[in-house]
């Protein structure tokens, strides 16, 4: 019986080229933000960054939360 085998997909060299372009891409686009951030935190001391995370850490919280209670 064969229905839960795996299929097997051929991928070609132009789409794991594509795949890596894009990898590399959304990498660098990451980093930069990530650089950019940090610029701006640099100056703050280690309680106000820390103040800062458990605000956005909160804030996204709720909103998952309400959005999880009002999908039902």
């Known amino acids: ?8 997909t ?4 132009k789409q ?3 795949a890596a372009g894009i990898a ?9 933000a990530a650089e ?3 610029g701006k935190t640099a100056h703050l ?6 103040f800062l995370l458990i605000v956005f850490s909160t804030l996204f919280a ?3 939360l309400y959005l999880l209670i ?3």
């Open 1 to 8: 019986m064969r229905l839960f085998r795996k299929r097997q």
């Open 10 to 13: 051929a991928v070609s060299q």
């Open 16 to 18: 794991e080229e594509l």
């Open 24 to 32: 590399g891409k959304i990498l660098r686009w990451q980093t930069k």
């Open 36 to 38: 950019y951030l940090n």
């Open 45 to 50: 001391s280690r309680e106000a960054t820390l």
């Open 62 to 64: 709720a909103i998952n």
């Open 70 to 72: 009002h999908s039902i």
